[in-house]
């Protein structure tokens, strides 16, 4: 593709992230991590030759790239689980005008994944134990965060989103070391 080194960098650091991004989305496992890597790399040497410089920035061009290759593969994903050539027989489905349907396999469908009512306990337990050792600050931005988005967190704190954004990652780091990892 014939980058400086440092668009080299920029853009293998924002495909790894974009691509750890997606394979946390429901419809997508980490297994496809690299898969995802390699489809939006492909995507940038795809539109390479369309890069204008007196436009936009070499990364701002790879940004938007990689965004547009992103929503493009969950869309897919998205659409690939409609299950749209697939034809069920309405006769014999109807009990009293409702249809019966089993939640765990819709649940599973929409890559969700269901726990048992002692595995939900539980992790909210886990959860409660983790929140009670929080510092002030961090126990408040939880219960914040409950009820808002980073967003709105940030203007009814008065702080940045950035702010939060690295209390959030420091969140995320300490339910990692209370093994809670497979929550995030």
Avoid at 18 to 38: M, W, Y
Avoid at 137 to 159: F, I, K, P
Wanted: net charge positive; aromatic share 6%.
């Amino acid at each position: 593709m014939g980058l400086d080194p440092k668009l080299q960098e920029y853009v293998d650091e924002i495909i790894r992230h974009k691509a750890r991004q997606l394979s946390r989305k429901p419809g997508f496992s980490p297994s496809d991590q690299e898969d995802i890597e390699h489809e939006l790399f492909i995507a940038i040497l795809e539109r390479w030759p369309s890069f204008d410089s007196k436009r936009a920035s070499a990364r701002t061009f790879v940004a938007r790239v990689v965004a547009s290759k992103a929503v493009s593969l969950v869309r897919t994903c998205q659409a690939a689980k409609r299950g749209v050539r697939q034809s069920t027989s309405l006769n014999g489905d109807a009990t009293n005008g409702a249809f019966e349907f089993d939640e765990d396999q819709v649940r599973a469908r929409r890559g969700i994944h269901s726990r048992s009512d002692v595995e939900a306990v539980s992790l909210r337990l886990d959860v409660a134990g983790v929140v009670a050792d929080l510092p002030d600050d961090l126990r408040r931005l939880c219960e914040r965060l409950l009820r808002e988005s980073v967003s709105e967190a940030a203007r009814s704190s008065g702080q940045h989103r950035t702010t939060l954004y690295r209390a959030i990652s420091d969140l995320r780091k300490r339910f990692t070391e209370s093994g809670l990892h497979e929550y995030l």
